[in-house]
């Protein structure tokens, strides 16, 4: 049995002896850690920096995960230990592509890995699309969970009292949900303050999620879906029409068993009855229709009215998949506010290939390739929504971080005298040298954890887990306070 | 390098020591650990495997035999087949997650929620029909999160959710690999 498990250690090992692996690792989020935990298993010299723009780590786990999902933020546990970790280091509050260059890094790392997710949106390019009161969903989910830019956000929640959703994935759950659901249940959450209050005095009450395709094809989740379906005091709406499913969609269900238990999901609720209340919330599944275009308030120029939406129909797509193709019949929401959950893009940065079309960086099994798929950027790697797009869970990084670290280990036996042998590489010191000299100030695990003391501090006066810092300023702040 | 192991196993059986006097107290199995000995598990894993619950099964019994009927030191034996496609054998009190009895043994099986239903990241998937029918049906909850698990088969579990029991002795479990077949675009789960 140990054979072969003895003898891979005993390899392993010898890279010890070899000068340090000096590897930095871009960004925070899942596919950060799970990279750099995979590559401290794997490789016994590897001496890893994580550096992240925010004073903050954790990424998405922070900024993206509802503060009502608690249990999903558990995975900072593991991250912790691996920051913690003697060959590790977090370097917080340092932006690549303003106070250090892409060229800079590389110089001084064997191994750079890109995972800096996706910061920026996908836009729909339809008419109205800058009108206020239209968001898109990260902004908004970005607001209510604090982070630091879009603290001063203040989407506007009193002008009406319906709300439309563009996209029917779980980011568009998760803020269909907080607009929904009660602000008593809000208040013992992670949630920032400032979005408490304001959705305390909101007057949304009804809530459409809009989808292009049918309940068969929505992108959302079975947990998320049910979550929403359980809120208290809110009324479930689907049209009994939409349900109908044909054979092609007969044949994705039968080939997901995912997307069968989320259509039954749908089905049930859509069969479920409840009486009216004084305080009765809405949530409208809308199958089958696509954003036309937005249309302007007559009373208050510049904001948004409501939205036009065309009638769609599923065609085939090839390969077993449907799109949706308009029917030239057209309606409209009448609404004062939008979140487009759309989709989130990848953010290039000078000197790193680039698809913009796919928004993500090229790359063959997390090697960064430019120009033609054959030429491997050395010593260049990416992982998570950088590499793959902006799907999956928090999960997917494990296996996408799996992939790219097998690639650099396969690498660094393959050129025996290359990257790693030969050169040496100043790594650590380099940086935090570099850093010094350009006036960067860094903020380490240490200080986050001050921040985290000081934010579980705030919360214990307010009977939450914790109060989040908000603004670049206090997050700084905490973080060099003297303890 | 042997004095290195021995003096590692020695530390791991003093970490062990307040964990099992709580568990065979209570006769409930609370997941409240430091999982810090699995993320610096993998230098000395090649020696025997359960050393230390050997170690206390004495104690244990003093303490438990007034408690239950199933005694608390009953093990059965597991084999994890992992990424690499090796088998590790190794023995698993009853009443303990199989989650909770990798880590204890040093296999890398993940688990990012520590035991809430939250990810998926514990995924097993049973070699036997035979045995994967002995497990209770998993729950709804446990469901959602096997519609999300990389390379779902018909007999997937949540790791966190299999408890070993006597009618489980000799089960083998497989840990999902990524890295034979991970596909750039994301996971597409296989048919159910």
Known sequence: MSSMFLARRLVTRCFSSRPPLHVCIVGSGPAGFYTADKLLKAHEGARIDIIDRLPTPFGLVRSGVAPDHPETKIAINQFS??????????????????????????????????????????????????????????????????????????????????????????????????????????????????????????????????????????????????????????????????????????????????????????????????????????????????????????????????????????????????????????????????????????????????????????????????????????????????????????????????????????????????????????????????????????????????????????????????????????????????? | MLFHRLSRLGSRIVKQLPRERHLSVCGMRVLQRSYAQYLQSSSAVVLQRQPQQAFFSNNNHHRCTSFSTVSETEKINVIFVDKDGEEIHIKVPVGMNILEAAHENDIELEGACECSLACSTCHVIVMDTEYYNKLEEPTDEENDMLDLAFGLTETSRLGCQVIAKPELDGIRLAIPSATRNFAVDGFVPKPH
Request: hydrophobic share 35%; aromatic share 6%.
């Open chain 1, 81 to 483: 230990r691996v920051a913690q970790h003697n060959r590790c280091a977090f370097y917080g509050n340092v932006k690549l592509g303003s106070d250090l260059s892409l060229s800079e890094l590389r110089d001084l790392y064997h191994v750079v890995v890109l995972a800096y997710g996706a910061e920026s949106d996908k836009n729909l390019g339809i008419p109205g699309e800058s009108l206020g009161g239209i968001y898109s969903a990260r902004e908004f989910v970005w607001w209510y969970n604090g982070h630091p830019d879009y603290s001063s956000l203040k989407p506007d929640l009193k002008s009406s009292d319906t709300a439309v959703i563009l996209g029917q994935g779980n980011v568009a759950l998760d803020v269909a949900r907080i607009l929904l659901r009660p602000t008593t249940e809000l208040a013992s959450t992670d949630i920032a303050t400032h979005a408490l209050s304001a959705l305390e005095e909101s007057s949304i009450r009804k809530v459409y999620l809009v989808g292009r395709r049918g309940p068969v094809q929505a992108a959302l989740t079975a947990k998320e879906l049910r979550e929403i379906l359980g809120i208290k005091n809110l009324h479930i709406r689907i049209k009994e029409t939409d349900l109908t499913v044909t054979p092609a969609d007969e044949e994705e269900m039968k080939n997901s068993r995912a997307r069968k238990r989320i259509y039954e999901l749908l089905s049930k609720a859509a069969a479920g009855t409840s009486k009216g209340d004084c305080d009765q919330r809405e949530l409208h599944f809308v199958f089958f229709r696509q954003p036309e275009r937005f249309l302007e308030s007559d009373e208050s120029k510049g904001r948004v009215s409501g939205v036009n939406l065309e009638k769609t129909i599923l065609e085939s797509g090839g390969s077993g998949k449907q799109i949706a193709v308009g029917t030239g019949e057209f309606e409209d929401i009448n609404c004062s506010m939008v979140l487009k959950a759309i989709g989130y893009k990848s953010v290039p940065i000078d000197g790193l290939p680039f698809d913009h079309k796919k928004g993500i960086v090229p790359n063959v099994r997390g090697r960064v390739v430019s120009g033609d798929i054959s030429q491997t950027e050395p010593g260049l790697y990416v992982c998570g929504w950088l590499k793959r797009g902006p799907v999956g869970i928090i999960a997917t990084n494990l296996y996408c971080a799996e992939e790219t670290v097998g690639s650099i280990s396969q690498d660094i036996e393959e050129e025996e005298e290359g990257v790693v042998g030969k050169s040496e590489k100043a790594g650590r010191k380099g940086l935090v040298q570099l850093l010094e000299n350009k006036m960067v100030k860094k903020v380490d695990f240490s200080g986050w954890e001050k921040i985290d003391a000081k934010e579980k501090q705030m919360g214990i006066e307010r009977n939450k887990p914790r109060e989040k810092l908000v603004t670049w300023e206090d997050l700084l702040a905490a973080s060099s306070a003297d303890s």
